[in-house]
C-alpha cells in the first residue's frame, strides 16, 4: 500500500491500494454502501429546470430510496423521502410534473408541496390524533448549484460547497445554470455501479475502443488532475488529432461540420490540420456574440477542448461551451450486478438578443439553435425532452443511441462485470494513466471504512 502512482500534475497524491472484484459483486458490500456512502454524500438529483416554477417536482430514484425535489408554492427548493407517513407507502410514482398538493394512492392522505400534512381522511377516527409535525414528509439537505439539484441525506456533511471544493469556481464560468435540457435517457446496465464509472476515469481504453476520438481529441497530451473528497478532472484538447498518430494532410471529416457551422473552410487547412484547434479558438472570440454566444468568462483552451468533471461517488459532467452532460450511475434494485446510467444533454441556445445587432449568419449555426430534439410541452408551457429508459440491448441491437462513444463504451461493460465474477481475477492492476480510478476508489474506501 505505499507505492505512488506519480504524476507530476497530481495535486492529491494518489497512493497504491488493492481493488478486488468484491466491491463490485458484493450483496453485503453494496448494502454497506447504503449506510456508508449513499446516505454521507451529496448527489446530483436532477436537472434544475425541473424545479424552477412554483408546483414543479421531480422524484430521483436511488433504490432503495427515493426522493421528491419539489419548489414549494412559496419559491423555496425542498427534497423528502418519497414516503407516505401513514402507512409507508411511495407518495409520487411519475417522474416530475407540477400539482400543489400530492395524495397517497393507499388511503388518500395529502401533503401540500413544502411537505407539509394538509389532509388526512376521517381524521377523527384517529383517538391519538394527527400530529402535523410528526406526520409531515421527511425532508432532506437540498441545493440548486451548477444547473444542477443536489441532495444529501447527511445532517452532518460538509456543506455542498465544501464537498466539491475548487470544482465550483472551475464549472461556474461554463454557466451550466443558463443551458437548457435537450435530451434525458436512462440505460439499464448489467453491471454495477462503479464498473461503468471507472470506465469514465480513465482514458487508457479510447485508442482501444472509441477510434473515432484519434480525429477529434488529442486524449495522450490530457491533463489529470486529482481533488479532495474523491473528484478528478481531466482535460483533453480538442478540435485536434491523437498526436500518437501521423499527422493527416487534411482536416477529418468528423470536424467538418463543426468548422462549417463556426464559418471556417477546411480547404484553409490543408497540411496544417494542427493550426484548426488555435483558429477556432480565435473564430469563437471573435463572432461569439454575433452567434448569440457569450464567452466572456471562457478561456482560449476552454473554447475549443473538452474538460471532464468526475464527482464522487456517481456523477460525471463533461463540459464544453455549448455544451454539458451530466452522466450519472446509480444502484438498482438489490443487485450489485445491476445499475441505472443516465445521460441528461443540456445546451447553451444561443441568445437572441446578443444576435440583434450582428451582420454574421451562417445557416448551419442557425440551424443547430433549432436542432430537432423530442422536446414536449410540459404543464407551465416549457419544452422538456421526455425521459427515455431503456435495456441496455436496446443499445446493442441499434434500437437506441446515447452518442457513438456512450455505446461502444455500453457494450464492454457487461463483459467488464461479467469478468469480475471469475475465480480467475482478483484485483485490478492499473497504469499512472488509470490513477483517477484508484483516486475515486481510495474515497470509497475512506468513507466504507469510517
Ligand atoms: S399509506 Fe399513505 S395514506 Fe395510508
Ligand atoms: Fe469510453
Known sequence: MSEALSKPDVQVPVTYRKITADRYISHEYMLKEREKIWSRTWLVAGPAQDVKESGDFFVFDLDPESIIVSRSESGELHAFFN?????????ISTDLGCMEKWTCPYHGWAFNNDGSLSNVPDEDRFSRGVPRDLLSLKPLRVESWGGMIWVCMDQKAPSLKEFLGPVVQMIEPFRPEDMTLVEDQTCRLECNYKAVFDNFCELYHVEHI????????DCPTSTAEFFENGHTRVLIDGFT??????IPEEVPPTQWAQLETLGMNREDYKGRVLDVRRDVQLKKRETGPALGYNYDL???DQLSDIVQYNI???????????????LRSRPRGD???????????????????LQKNSSVTFPALQNRANVSFNLDQTSDGSMRPEHDEFDQEAIIAGEKTMTITLD??????????????????EEAWLNDDEARVQHYHNYIDRYMEN
Open 83 to 91: 414516503v407516505c407517513q401513514h402507512r409507508g407507502a411511495r407518495l
Open 210 to 217: 472509441h477510434p473515432q476520438h484519434e480525429l477529434i481529441f
Open 241 to 246: 488529432v491523437n498526436s500518437r498518430l501521423p
Open 298 to 300: 471562457l478561456s482560449d
Open 312 to 326: 464522487f461517488p456517481n456523477s460525471i459532467l463533461v463540459l464544453q461551451p455549448e455544451e454539458f452532460w451530466i
Open 335 to 353: 443487485d450489485p450486478n445491476q445499475c441505472y446510467w443516465d445521460k441528461f444533454a443540456l445546451r447553451m441556445l444561443p441568445d437572441a438578443e
Open 408 to 425: 461502444q463504451d455500453i457494450h464492454l461493460i457487461r463483459d467488464v462485470q461479467r469478468g469480475m465474477k471469475s475465480r480467475g481475477f
